[in-house]
């Protein structure tokens, strides 16, 4: 159940940042955990890029690499 604001509606990720038992450790502990959480996020952002990079890849049509022959 999100809570009424002045404005209406509260945004949902506000609410469960007032909610998350991060709330119960002290200020320096939370930011670190933020940040390692952040970095977890960019790491499965790069594995998700390697992977689309990799499906890319296999759908170009493969070809044989032309060979020249000079006609005289």
């Known amino acids: 159940m999100v809570a009424e ?4 509606r ?7 940042d007032r909610i998350s038992p ?3 450790l002290p200020t320096e502990t939370r930011t ?3 940040a390692s ?3 977890m996020l ?8 390697e ?5 890319e890849k296999s759908e170009k049509p493969r070809t044989k ?8």
């Not at 992977?51 to 499906?55: G, L, M, N, S, T």
């Not at 690499?65 to 005289?72: K, S």
């Open 5 to 8: 604001t002045e404005n209406g």
């Open 10 to 16: 509260e945004n949902l990720m506000d609410f469960f």
């Open 22 to 24: 991060l709330n119960l």
């Open 32 to 34: 670190h955990v933020r």
């Open 37 to 39: 959480q952040k970095e």
């Open 42 to 49: 960019l790491a499965f952002r790069s594995l998700v890029d």
């Open 51 to 55: 992977a689309i990079k990799y499906v």
């Open 65 to 72: 690499p032309r060979t020249r022959i000079e006609v005289q």
